[in-house]
């Protein structure tokens, strides 16, 4: 009797992995509002491109680039996460399937989610350095405004290059 109760628990608990399920259609939504923000830019963008100098044209790229990464960043959460914990993904052509899938362990996850952050994050620094001494009314931002946005970043560097470590010695004391 008590072996059947545990084994009724433990297949609860491990059914209880579809429970993610709606939070990767959700991240699905999510991803379709990233491509919604991409289009509506493009949109906005491609009918100034005459009247626009070369700064303003690299500014319109580095913010669909930033969208762009958003949205691979995404698919990475979404596609890892769901074979790393609800169920193996069965695409019907082995051709369709992409390499880095299944191939992804929860420690490839975090380095390829912080990489992610760390060029999001770069491109939006970059961003806010083009527009320093454009005189536009519009940057609302300042000295300590900047500073913060460098300082932000390098702690997602550090902690880029701290997880990296903390996976390097795992692995080392492993073997």
Known sequence: MANQIEKSFEKTLFGSRWLMAP?????????????????????????????????KVILVVLTLI?????GNLLLIVLFSGYESFVSKLDVAEASERLGWMGTVD???????????????????????????????????FGNSELMWLVVI???????????????????????
């Open 106 to 140: 929860f420690s490839g996850l975090k380095m390829k989610l912080i990489a992610s952050i760390v060029a999001i994050s770069a491109i939006h620094l970059l961003k806010r350095f083009m527009e320093i001494g454009k005189g536009k009314g519009d940057i609302g």
């Open 23 to 55: 939070m990767y259609l959700g991240l699905v939504v999510a991803l379709g509002m990233l491509v919604f923000v991409f289009v509506h830019e493009v949109a906005n963008y491609l009918p100034l491109v005459h009247s626009m100098n070369a700064d």
């Open 66 to 70: 930033d969208l762009t990464l958003a």
């Open 153 to 175: 970043h390098m702690v997602f560097v550090l902690s880029g290059v701290l997880m990296a470590l903390m996976d390097y010695l795992t692995a080392r004391a492993k073997k």
